[in-house]
């Protein structure tokens, strides 16, 4: 998942906010930047030190936020309304490449706001970020429906300038022109004033809802004592260990309410009903009543996001969401759906039918229920393939993976990575390690990658990459700094960290959001934006580098013996990469679906609940599992509108990912191709949103992808 620190004119095309993050040389702004430097203020001034200049993340202290964002609104503001006033005929120059070099400071103490709602939240955090919601939401319209400014926009986009540009500043335009006549900037009146009043009720609902699922995150957690403990695996146990110490527990032992606790718990323990406590803890996250509880604020977020549309004429907010997607309607995603379903869910049957085999063998004396699926499935996965995940485990340690996905990089991107010196770059937290990234070749310097890997309390759950700084040419080259950030769970001192197959995948999965920005080579800021249902594409692809021969051969090592994974276990993972294809197909598409039902409907007087499962029995969805993000705790759809109507576009990538990797399988030097390697990097990672995503990928590929790689790649039958 790829995780928007809230940045500028990149940020503005897709979330409607119209600023800018870069550095600006344009005399105009002495003004406002001397009223910056004079405030002496952390989170706002300019970044120094090495690299370009590197966030003071050593300095962050909350007491300087609330201030830093409103004096970073204030001058953003003076910066935009130079640009709306001047008496010159609006230009591409005075007007969208000035819009670029706005909004610098309020970009800086973005970052800082990132790290602290993602990486570092805390109750006193959430009480300024609930404050300050609305009042930035104000901030983005006041912007978005400045009618000066829109109206020099519209006449550069309409203007005979614009045939001259070239491609990628065509696009430019046209991307800024859209940003606002999406966002209410066409609106008059009563409807202009209704249009920023919703959007600063959704500010704060997002806000809340967010908040709500971390404290049920926090709030929940499982204590074991030794007795409880059957059928766990020793890291898995040590882990806990240290995790329940570190909660003031010492003796005891801590199943978080996070996935990457959840899921090994549910996959390993003996004790069904322990086993059902993790499970119904983790799936009624912001589903427990009381106050956390999302469902009121689900149906509120529905009614004004539909009221919203309405005012820009959309018929549902999917119609408004989709129309700059590469799916471009609901139809056409809906479509892609709907035809894996079917197999999906007669593929689960399958699985379940196997699994309720194994439980009577046993004389367990249940039916399978969603707190047994991933524990029988494994006996399953032992029985059939003889592969046990555990044994799996021994050969995936996080630092070996880490060096893994360096070579990749090498190999594809011509990229080197170096560990910087201890203390030459500020961290927001000591488990954060820092990385300077070169070209192999030349030496230059590329950026800075940072590595957060652990969960922790305040961290919220799952896996995702950030920029802080994006790559840019217009007012002279920038280097990247990148992030990736995950939920490992920490394991002993000493012991090394252990992780799943799956959680490896996702660790290479945010490695190419990671690989996507520093490879970019875009000259404007919001072309470094993306296309929703496009965007986790190249990350989705680089998942395929994990199963390479090199990566294996070299990478994954026993984290006793120090010896490769034996071919014959290679083998047994070749063999079992379709299994529980069922399950994690449909676990996923249920959300999608759920998610673009929820957003093609009126929702006037909507129960969440009760759609929710109203829409999973016409559906017909399996009893035994649920969404992979229940609509409570669904944080993608839900704590912001970044994957809202949008979550379809995994698997819409997921088609060019399976296409893709069959390039690769095609070419001579398979996955490591050097022909095929360059148009990667030329045409579906360097230009970013610089270019129409189908026409790059025509660039790459040769073709549009079809669908029928998908289903081979997850042994579904290929539908007529």
């Known amino acids: 998942m790829i ?15 119209l600023i800018a993050c870069s550095p600006s040389n344009d005399s105009s702004m002495d003004e406002p930047t001397a009223a910056v430097a004079e405030m002496n203020n952390p989170l706002i001034a300019q970044w120094e030190g090495p690299y370009g200049g590197v966030p003071a993340f050593d300095e962050m202290s909350l007491e300087y936020l609330k201030p830093a964002l409103e004096e970073g609104m204030r001058v953003n503001l003076i910066e935009v309304e130079r640009i709306a006033n001047q008496e010159a005929a609006p230009t591409f120059e005075n007007t969208i490449v000035a819009l670029e070099a706005t909004g ?59 045939n001259s ?16 006549a999406r966002n209410g900037a066409t609106l008059d009146g009563e409807a202009k004033q209704r249009y920023a009043e919703i959007q600063q009720r959704l500010a704060e609902l997002h806000t809340k809802f ?39 527990q010492a003796g005891k032992y801590a199943i978080t309410n996070t996935r990457s606790s959840m899921s090994p718990f549910l996959t390993y323990s003996d004790n069904r009903e322990l086993r059902e406590q993790v499970w119904n803890n983790y799936y009624s996250r912001g589903d427990n009543g009381g106050e956390f509880d999302n469902n009121a604020i689900i149906a509120e977020i529905l009614q004004l996001r539909h009221e919203r549309v309405n005012l820009l004429g959309y018929p549902n907010y999917a119609s408004w969401r989709l129309e700059d997607r590469m799916a471009k309607n609901p139809e056409n995603a809906m479509a892609l759906m709907e035809a894996v379903w079917p197999a999906a869910i007669g593929r689960v049957a399958e699985e379940v039918a196997d699994m309720q085999a194994i439980a009577d063998a046993e004389g367990a004396d249940i039916t399978i229920a969603p707190w047994d699926y991933r524990y029988y499935a494994e006996k399953v996965r ?91 040419t217009f007012q002279g080259p920038t280097n990247v700094l990148s992030s990736n950030n995950s939920n490992f769970v920490k394991a002993s001192p000493g012991e090394p960290v252990l992780v799943s197959w799956d959680d490896a995948t996702t660790f290479f999965h945010e490695f190419g959001h990671a690989l996507h920005s520093l ?25 395929r580098w994990l199963s390479t021969p090199e990566v294996i051969n070299n990478y994954l090592v026993h984290a006793e013996t120090g010896e490769p994974m034996p071919a014959e276990l290679f083998e047994k993972i070749q063999a079992a990469s379709t299994f529980n294809q069922g399950f994690s197909t449909t676990e996923y598409l249920a959300s999608a679906l759920v998610d673009l039902k929820f957003h093609t409907v009126d929702p006037t007087g909507i129960d969440p609940d009760a759609f929710e499962r109203e829409t999973l029995a016409d559906l017909n969805m399996p009893s035994e599992l649920v969404m992979r993000h229940r609509t409570p705790h669904f944080g993608h759809i839900f704590s912001g509108e970044g994957y809202s109507a949008g979550y379809y576009g ?37 230009p970013r949103n610089s270019m129409d995503p189908a026409e790059a990928y025509r660039l790459f590929r040769g073709s549009d992808a079809g669908i029928e790689p998908l289903m081979r790649d997850r042994g579904f039958p290929i539908p007529e």
Not at 120 to 147: G, L, T, Y
Not at 519 to 534: F, W
């Open 210 to 248: 967010g908040n709500n699922v971390l404290a049920d995150e926090e709030g929940y957690v499982v204590y074991l004592d030794e007795d409880q403990l059957g059928g766990l695996p020793g890291s898995f146990v040590s882990a806990s260990a240290s995790a329940a110490e570190a909660r003031g």
């Open 382 to 472: 032992k029985a059939k393939y003889d592969l046990d995940s555990d044994e799996v485990k021994q050969y995936l340690q996080l630092d070996k993976l880490t060096q893994a996905m360096f070579y990749v990089a090498g190999e594809l991107f011509n990229f080197e990575f170096t560990p910087v010196a201890e203390g030459s770059v500020p961290v927001f937290h000591p488990d954060v390690n820092v990385w300077e990234v070169t070209d192999k070749t030349t030496g230059e310097n590329i950026g800075l990658w940072y590595l957060d890997p652990f969960a922790r309390q305040g961290k919220r759950s799952g896996a995702w990459a950030t920029s802080y700084r994006s790559h840019t």
């Open 650 to 686: 995994y698997m819409w990538a997921d088609v060019l990912t399976s296409d893709a990797s069959e390039a690769f399988a095609e070419a001579p030097g398979g996955f490591y191709d050097e022909d095929v390697a360059k148009r990667l990097v030329d045409y579906l990672f360097a």
């Open 165 to 180: 540009l070239r491609p990628d500043q065509q696009r430019l335009v046209t991307l800024t022109y859209n940003g606002f």
């Open 3 to 17: 995780k928007h620190t809230l940045k500028p004119l990149a940020l503005a095309v897709a979330m409607g906010s």
């Open 519 to 543: 490879s970019s080579n875009v000259e404007y800021p919001s072309l470094n934006g993306g296309v929703r249902d496009y965007t986790e594409f190249q990350s989705q692809l680089l998942e």
């Open 104 to 162: 610098d400071d309020l970009g800086r103490v973005f970052t800082y706001y990132g790290i602290w709602s993602s990486n570092m939240s805390s109750p006193e955090f959430r009480a300024v970020q609930q404050e300050m919601a609305p009042k930035m939401s104000a901030f983005f319209s006041q912007i978005n429906q400045n009618e000066a400014l829109f109206a020099r926009v519209k006449a550069v986009y309409e203007g005979e300038e614009m």
